[in-house]
């Protein structure tokens, strides 16, 4: 997409609204469709945009609306009241990054209540048997895909590398110290730090993104296991195994992040 800075008197209008369609999260960094103005997330639409764009042979110069399914040119952010940013369709669409089916699993992941798999991995015990100085060799695996699904971009190895750290760091810091430190106290420390660490980078979804660190260390599993277990107690399918001739994720459960099965769909009609 290029971009163009233009200077007008008024941005562009849309409905007010405090979360995005897209991802059903708070609103990141408003942005707006040219035509229809509807409001989404900037790197949503950006998204959404490339998906659309990867499915025709040839780079489209329009995209429709997911809402309204008008034609769009362009998508236009960073209005103050007097000028804004402009950004046209066109032919840089080669390295766009689509979400899997796991990534999908586990972005709508965050859209359920927090909880449903605590008793089964049971986090305060994690931290009262003081399992957390066992290494976990799948965290950095489990952390990429984690964080490629929050942020939707494929290449997030300075953010692995840095959560990762700060991770490593919190659970091993003094470790002598800590065995006579209170469960409750050293857990609030490693969520501190981790929070502080996540927060940069996936803002409003941190405290969500710090529980479900928790809950994975505290399973002791690999990735494919704890994925099989928290999708059963979820009644989901995993994502992992093939589902007859559709590839919807979690099609019994559309209330959550609706408009993501649009990427496994022709979402603007022209194939």
């Known amino acids: 997409m290029e971009d163009k800075v233009i200077n007008q008197n008024k941005p562009p209008l849309s409905e007010d609204s405090n979360s995005c369609p897209i991802c059903l999260g708070p609103m990141i960094q408003d942005s707006y469709l040219d035509k229809c103005f509807?409001?989404?997330?900037?790197?949503?639409?950006?998204?959404?945009?490339?998906?659309?764009?990867?499915?025709?042979?040839?780079?489209?110069s329009s995209v429709k609306c997911p809402l309204c399914k008008r034609d769009n040119y362009s998508i236009i952010d960073e209005f103050d009241g007097s000028s804004f940013r402009q950004h046209y369709v066109n032919q840089d669409f080669g390295d766009?990054?689509?979400?899997?089916?796991?990534?999908?699993?586990?972005?709508?992941?965050?859209?359920?209540?927090?909880?449903?798999?605590?008793?089964?991995?049971?986090?305060?015990?994690?931290?009262?048997?003081?399992?957390?100085?066992?290494?976990?060799?799948?965290?950095?695996?489990?952390l990429r895909r984690e964080i490629q699904a929050l942020v939707q971009e494929e290449d997030v190895d300075i953010i692995v590398h840095h959560i990762y750290g700060v991770i490593n760091t919190s659970l091993t810091r003094s470790e002598q110290k800590s065995h006579t430190k209170i469960p409750e106290t050293k857990r609030e420390e490693f969520k501190t730090s981790v929070s502080e660490a996540a927060k940069s980078f996936l803002t409003a979804r941190t405290d969500r993104f710090t529980y479900e660190v928790e809950l994975f260390l505290a399973s002791g599993l690999n990735v494919e296991a704890y994925d099989a277990v928290y999708m059963q107690r979820l009644g989901w399918s995993s994502p992992g195994v093939t589902c007859g001739t559709s590839d919807s994720l979690l099609s019994d459960r559309p209330t959550v992040v609706p408009y993501l099965y649009i990427f496994d769909e022709d979402s603007d009609g022209n194939e």
């Open 96 to 142: 766009s990054f689509i979400l899997s089916r796991a990534h999908k699993y586990r972005l709508q992941c965050y859209y359920t209540e927090p909880g449903i798999v605590e008793d089964i991995f049971n986090i305060s015990q994690y931290w009262k048997s003081h399992k957390y100085f066992q290494p976990n060799q799948w965290l950095k695996s489990w």
């Open 38 to 60: 509807h409001k989404f997330c900037f790197n949503c639409i950006v998204q959404w945009t490339k998906v659309v764009a990867g499915k025709h042979r040839t780079a489209p």
